[in-house]
């Protein structure tokens, strides 16, 4: 264990259809092993100390998966808000979505609203779930809310800072992941986070989503621990840039 934790965590989960073919098993089978491992890291990522953990769950592309694929994907996530919405209340966690929701099938979409609504007063770890999530889609609409502001001249575009360009971000309330873990192997980002993980820590592992235990996400951390974190500044401009969020917080 280490008492260097980040304070935000964010995963790429991969790795579900090819753990289900390796064991010659319908693709859908690793997405519900797959399922079952979310609880235990959010569990393990709680008892760590981490204060944000981002989880990318369902891209804005996986629309274009097979439409039995998605459908199976669809009835897993209700069924998942159904079983574990309420531990993630009684654990006082707060339960978070980036993406556009508009995608989402309206009875999912009033069962997260409803999640959203009766968290948000927690004061526990905070747990978002990227659906119908896109990087590069969120960025688009944060030009185009920008673009209009400056339109009806509510804003002067020589005052447009970095900062202006992150508050129309989905993660608008979220600070920027300290590490960001992908499962699988795979030495892409895939269209996540782009803006927001500019200074993160990288941690990727040939490790499959339906087997990264409790044990592999402390792995993760442990490895996090043992690096130092410059952000493109000295170590003086570093240590400065630190206390000065260690203040904000």
Same mark, same amino acid.
């Given at each position: 264990?280490?008492?260097?934790?980040?304070?935000?965590?964010?995963?790429?989960?991969?790795?579900?259809?090819?753990?289900? *073919?390796?064991?010659?098993?319908?693709?859908?089978?690793?997405?519900?092993?797959? =399922?079952?491992?979310?609880?235990?890291?959010?569990?393990?990522? @709680?008892?760590?100390?981490?204060?944000?953990?981002?989880?990318?769950? +369902?891209? $804005?592309?996986?629309?274009?998966?097979?439409?039995?694929?998605?459908?199976? #994907?669809?009835?897993?996530?209700?069924?998942?808000?159904? *079983?574990?919405?309420? %531990?993630?209340?009684?654990?006082?966690?707060?339960?978070?979505?980036?993406? /556009?929701?508009?995608?989402?099938? %309206?009875?999912?979409?009033? $069962?997260?609203?409803?999640?959203?609504?009766?968290?948000?007063?927690?004061?526990?770890?905070?747990?978002?779930?990227?659906?119908? !999530?896109? @990087?590069?889609?969120? &960025? =688009?609409?944060?030009?185009?809310?920008?673009?209009?502001?400056?339109?009806?001249?509510?804003?002067?575009?020589?005052?447009? =800072?970095?900062?202006?360009?992150?508050?129309?971000? !989905?993660?608008?309330?979220?600070? /920027?992941?300290?590490?960001?873990?992908?499962?699988?192997?795979?030495?892409?980002?895939?269209? +996540?986070?782009?803006?927001?993980?500019? !200074?993160?820590?990288?941690?990727?592992?040939?490790?499959?989503?339906?087997? +990264?235990?409790?044990?592999?996400?402390?792995?993760?951390?442990?490895?996090?621990?043992?690096?130092?974190?410059?952000?493109? &500044?000295?170590?003086?401009?570093?240590?400065?840039?630190?206390?000065?969020?260690? *203040? @904000? #917080?």
């Amino acid at each position: 264990m280490t008492n260097k934790i980040p304070r935000h965590v964010a995963v790429i989960m991969d790795g579900n259809g090819r753990w289900a *073919k390796k064991r010659g098993l319908p693709r859908i089978h690793g997405h519900q092993v797959g =399922t079952e491992r979310v609880i235990e890291i959010i569990r393990t990522a @709680s008892k760590a100390g981490i204060r944000y953990l981002t989880l990318y769950s +369902f891209s $804005k592309e996986n629309w274009q998966r097979p439409k039995a694929e998605v459908s199976f #994907l669809m009835n897993l996530l209700s069924d998942y808000l159904d *079983k574990k919405l309420q %531990e993630i209340k009684d654990n006082n966690m707060v339960f978070n979505t980036i993406g /556009d929701l508009n995608d989402i099938p %309206e009875m999912i979409r009033r $069962k997260i609203i409803k999640g959203q609504e009766d968290t948000r007063h927690n004061t526990g770890m905070v747990i978002t779930f990227a659906l119908s !999530y896109s @990087s590069r889609d969120e &960025l =688009t609409k944060a030009c185009r809310e920008i673009a209009k502001l400056a339109a009806q001249k509510q804003l002067d575009p020589e005052t447009i =800072t970095e900062q202006t360009i992150a508050d129309h971000l !989905y993660t608008h309330n979220l600070p /920027d992941p300290d590490l960001l873990i992908r499962t699988s192997g795979e030495m892409r980002i895939s269209n +996540f986070m782009l803006w927001q993980i500019s !200074y993160s820590e990288l941690y990727v592992t040939e490790t499959l989503w339906p087997d +990264f235990t409790a044990q592999a996400f402390q792995e993760a951390l442990d490895a996090y621990a043992q690096r130092e974190r410059r952000f493109g &500044l000295t170590e003086a401009a570093e240590a400065a840039a630190a206390k000065g969020a260690e *203040k @904000s #917080l």
